[in-house]
Structures are given as C-alpha cells and as structure tokens.
C-alpha cells in the first residue's frame, strides 16, 4: 500500500475549522460547567424544566440567577443552549446549502411534535418546550440562504452525528431535572439520567473535537495506509479504559463516591478495606455528615482508582510505541499529549481526594478527563488510518472538504 | 342551676381525660468523645448567606448540652401500643423553617396526616428537595421571604431527608410516625412523649441521625413514666 498525498492545508475550510475549534472550547466550557454543578450538588436547585422558576430560560432575573447553586445550574443551562444554537449552525455550515431542506423538515417535525406533545400530556410539557425551541433554531438554521458546498464526507456526517446528539443530550439533561425523583431500578431517575447526560456529554465533546480535526489541516497530513505500527494495541486498549474510568468516574461522582476511602494510596490503612457492617459503620464515623457509606461506593472506588493506573501503564507503552516516528509525526505528537494529558489527569485524582473533593480540582479532573478520551481517540483514529483501517471516508484523500463557493464566516 | 351541672359535666370530663393522658419523660445522653462541631465554610463563602451571620455557623452533627444531654434525638413508641388502633393527626402543624441559611429545626417529627409547614424565612430563594424514599419526593422552590409551603406525608417513613440545592450545605430531616406519641430531645436531651397514652409497657426507640438507633423498655403507670436512654458516639 503507498501512502497518498495529502491535501495541502491552504485548501482547508479554514473559518469552518475555527468555528467547529470554537464549538468544540464552548463544549468542554460546557463540561466544566455541568462538572461543577454535580461537584457541588446543585443540579436540583432549579426544579423545573425548560423553565426556571417558571420563567423563560432566558428571562430569569438576575438576582435570581446570582443566588447561590443556581449561578452553577442556570449558567450550564444558558451555556447548554448556546452550544446546541451553535452546533445547529456548524452542522448547516458543515452540511452546506443543501441541508437546508433536511433541516427545514426536522425543525418542522420537532416543533409539530412540541405543540402534539403538550396537548397529549401536560406532564410532558418540559419536553413540548424543548421541542418547540430546539425546533425553531432549527427552522432558522434553514432559512440562512447563503450558498455553500458541503465539506468532506467524512466532516459531515460528524455534523450531523452531532446535531443529533446535541439535541438527544439536553433532552436528557432536561429527564434529569423533571424525573429527578422516579424509581429506576432502585435508583432515582435523576441518577440514571445525571449518569447518561454526564457520559453522553463527554461522547459529544469527543466528537465536536473529532470533526474540528477532520476540518483541519493537520488531518490530511495523517499517514494514510503507511503500514502496521508497533503498540497499536496500547492506543486502543488505552483509550477504551480511559472511557471505562470516565464511566467509573460518572458513577462515583452520582453516588457521591469521591470520598468514600478518605486516604491514599491505603484505603482505611489497608490495601483492600474491610466492607463488613461494622467496618463501613466506623468508616462513616470519621467523617462529618449522617450520610452512610456503602461497600459499593467502596469498592468502586477502588476499581477507579484500580483502571487509573490500568490507563496510565497502557497510555506509557502507547507513548513508548510512538517515539519511533520522527519529530513532528503526527502518531508522535498523539503519543506525547496524551501521555501528558493522562500525567495532569492522575495528579488531580489525588488531588481530589488530598483537598476533600474540592469542586473546582474535581471539576479539573472532569474536563482533563474528557480531554484525555479526545486525545484517545484521536489516537484511535491516527492509528486506524496509518494502518489502513479507514472509518468511512474513502474519499478522504481527494477530499479536501474544500468548498466549491467560498465560505462566509 | 344549669350551670352548676355544665361545669361539673366539665370537670368530670376534664379528670377523665387527665385520667388517660399518659406522658414518659427522660433525657437522652450521649456516651464516648464526642467529635467537635466543625464551621460550615461555605455559609460564609456565600455573600447573601454568610450576610446574615455574625458568628460562624457550626455542623450539628452531636449537639451536647447540660450531663451530656443530646439534642435533635427522635424519641418515640415503637411497640406497645394497642394493635388494630388508628390515631387521628395532631391539629398543630410543625415549622420547618429555613432561615439564616439552614433549616431549623434540624429534625422535625410528624405523624401521618399531620401538616407540616414548610417556610422560608430568608430574603432570597431555597428549594426544598425532599428526598423521601416510602412517602413521594418533592422538590419545589420558595422565592419569596415568609412563603410557607405546606406539606403533608401520608406514610410512616424514618429521617426523610430535606436538602436545599441552592444552598448544598442545608439539610433537615424528617421522621413520620403512624401513631402520635413522639417527640424530639431539646438542647439538653430532655424530651416528652405527651398524648393519650394507656397505661403499660412500651418499647420506646431514640433515634439519632449519626449515632443511630437505641431502644428502651418503660412502664407507664398513672400516666406517667421516666425513661433515659444512652447512645454512644459513632
């Protein structure tokens, strides 16, 4: 197989590129923000849904927003809506003018299906709400008339993977205010809902971050079919325990695990704590607060802290494999981020636990956590490519994603 | 002469009820070292909260008065009590109250039926989360001063936990009772259980959110009766 010729990146969408890199900032903005709003338990400050205190989203006073947890929980609200207006348009942008139709239909679907939703069930007015809104911004991403071609393939279908999955995620952001207190399988809606809008979210900002780099003039000059690289493995097996550790992560953070082993690196002074009754009864004694501790929280605990290091070893020997490409080789530049990423994001695991989950360092640790997995898998993806496994975009090499009219920004 | 008989219809039936209400008096105390009250940071991190304090606002965890006594216990029958029979919720309603950025009291009994008065007594908003696990949750916001929500808990439930998500630190609890002989030990452990109580043997439980749960036998006997109890610091 003999590597093609990349695309020269001059013929790059460049202001497309920026605008997904700006997506992609206010994404992980957005991470950081719903991070916060967990780290500090105020997800339920606001109990209504789209609305806040019965007002429009964006009419809330002031006053009202600058009180206390709902600072945290309206921002990630307004932020969240931002993002999904700006991923609307970046998928209009991405698709091109011939979207337009596509998107006209959706939006009308949407907020047909809004206005029939309210009138089937008052209940499910929230959901009506999002509709009717998520519906018009659609509707008026339709109606911008400028004329321009689509971009790669390969960047489209990522747009529109994110247009869908922007919307499905504030909808569930939306299922974990309004069914906060449903039984689920004996847990509260509001945890399984806060647990798949937290994974889903760290999904999304991965694959915003994935089609910034298809836009990009540094994708093209990934090594296409340039043969089998050693360690390729390491790249896969480390980016699938990075997500396994974001999931154990999520996990903990909604059964307010974080501090249910108090010390590091011993857990209670011992390698692996006791979990009999009596055991969990005099660990909960040591700390402040009625609030039991449970051996599940003990033992995922333990397993998070378990696959950080499983992660880290195979993020070593993943960086080891790729200091055989030369200086400037994409696979090298890959490797050593990620490595560097994976060294930020233990230190402030232990950072976490050392300052007694302190909102803001458990919040770094959520953002770093999500960057890491991006890294992951755009590693995944070099690889793939280098090796000859192509995702999809088989025209990538003679795909520019260049526009046949220049692009407006 | 009709009167005479209205006042002595009165009183007779004043005796009869005295007669049988039966009443257990005790303390509560507290055994082992008892681990300080630690500051609650973020009230005074927080500009509108921390406003309203000149003094710093301590956990409540172990709250020890005079003879380690222990405050915030729920006291109340757990056995004894005639089977079969039903109760009629008390007419007064408790307060729960949030002012000064936490809840007071921080525990609050309650039988079955009885309203309970949820208010907010701050100039700015809570939201009353309440995480009951048998009785149906609820989470509603109270944006003005002086609003009162009321709430009524139609099942027997132990400490349903109220959280303000606004303020993350606020917490109080909630114990629901199918019968209405409880009470809650004030600042010293000193409580009483009041109400009609029959004379007998009961089984009386404490029931303290951190160090749990210990249980007594007491007879009353012309309605009256004492009982102390001990927990132990966990």
Not at chain 1, 189 to 211: A, D, P
Not at chain 1, 221 to 248: C, E, Y
Request: a positive charge; aromatic letters at 10%; glycine letters at 10%.
């Amino acid at each position: 197989m003999a590597p093609t010729i990349p695309t020269s990146s001059s013929q790059r969408p460049v202001w497309l590129f920026r605008f997904a890199c700006l997506v992609a900032l206010a994404t992980l903005g957005l991470v950081c923000i719903g991070g916060l709003v967990t780290s500090k338990g105020v997800g339920m400050s606001v109990p209504d849904w789209p609305t806040s205190f019965g007002y429009s989203m964006f009419a809330l006073p002031i006053s009202m927003w600058m009180t206390g947890g709902v600072f945290h929980e309206h921002t990630h609200r307004v932020w969240a809506s931002g993002v999904g207006l700006l991923v609307v348009f970046l998928a209009r942008w991405t698709a091109g003018s011939g979207s337009r139709k596509t998107l006209a239909g959706v939006g009308l679907v949407e907020v047909v299906a809004g206005l029939l939703l309210m009138r089937v069930n008052p209940l499910w007015k929230g959901e009506a709400h999002f509709l009717l809104g998520i519906g018009g911004v659609v509707l008026a991403a339709a109606a911008v008339g400028f004329k321009n071609s689509p971009a790669s393939p390969l960047s489209v279908r990522l747009a529109w993977a994110a247009f869908w999955l922007v919307q499905i995620q504030g909808s569930l952001g939306g299922l974990r205010v309004v069914l906060d207190s449903w039984a689920i399988g004996g847990t509260t809606g509001g945890t399984v809902f806060g647990m798949i809008h937290g994974c889903l979210g760290q999904v999304f900002f991965v694959l915003v971050t994935c089609l910034a780099v298809s836009l990009s003039g540094w994708y093209p000059r990934w090594p296409r079919r340039a043969g089998d690289i050693g360690g390729a493995h390491w790249v896969f097996l480390g980016t699938a325990l990075v997500f396994g550790q974001l999931i154990l992560g999520l996990w903990m953070r909604h059964q307010h695990a974080g501090l249910a082993i108090p010390d590091l690196p011993l857990a209670y002074g011992q390698w692996w704590p006791k979990t009999d009754p009596e055991s969990l009864l005099r660990y909960a004694s040591r700390r402040e607060g009625v609030d039991a501790i449970t051996s599940l929280q003990i033992h995922m605990h333990l397993f998070h802290r378990i696959n950080a290091i499983l992660a880290f070893s195979t993020i070593l020997l993943a960086f080891r494999s790729s200091r055989v490409h030369a200086k400037g080789h994409p696979l090298k530049i890959l490797g050593t981020t990620w490595l560097h990423l994976v060294s930020v994001q233990f230190a402030l695991g232990l950072f976490t636990v050392f300052t007694d989950r302190a909102a803001d360092v458990a919040t770094a640790h959520v953002a770093v956590g999500s960057m890491t997995l991006a890294v992951g898998c755009w590693f995944c993806w070099a690889v793939g490519l280098h090796q000859g496994i192509t995702l999809s975009d088989s025209r990538s090499l003679s795909d520019s994603g260049l526009p046949e009219t220049p692009v407006v920004p | 002469m009709n009167n005479t008989l209205k006042v002595a219809a009165m009183v007779a039936a004043f005796a009869a009820s005295s007669a049988f209400a039966g009443e257990i008096t005790g303390k509560i105390k507290v055994t082992g070292e008892v681990p300080p009250a630690r500051e609650i940071t973020p009230i005074k991190g927080d500009k509108m909260c921390g406003a309203l304090h000149t003094k710093p606002v301590m956990t409540r965890t172990y709250v020890v008065g005079a003879d380690h006594g222990l405050a915030n216990v729920a006291v109340y029958i757990k056995a004894g009590l005639p089977a079969g029979k039903t109760y009629t919720a008390p007419a007064n309603k408790p307060l729960i109250d949030q002012v000064g950025c936490v809840y007071e009291p921080l525990v609050t009994v309650a039988m079955v039926g009885q309203t309970v008065d949820i208010k907010n007594s701050d100039a700015f908003m809570h939201n009353v989360n309440c995480q009951a696990k048998v009785n149906k949750p609820f989470n509603f916001a109270q944006t003005t001063q002086g609003a009162v929500n009321p709430r009524v808990f139609d099942k027997a439930e132990l400490a349903i936990k109220l959280i303000c998500n606004v303020h993350p630190w606020m917490s109080g609890y909630v114990h629901v009772f199918d019968h209405p002989f409880f009470a809650v030990s004030d600042k010293d452990g000193n409580f009483t259980i009041k109400g009609d109580l029959p004379d007998g043997k009961y089984t009386v439980e404490a029931n303290h959110l951190k160090s749990g749960i210990v249980t007594g036998e007491v007879e009353v006997k012309g309605g009256k009766a004492t009982l102390n109890l001990e927990l132990a610091v966990k």
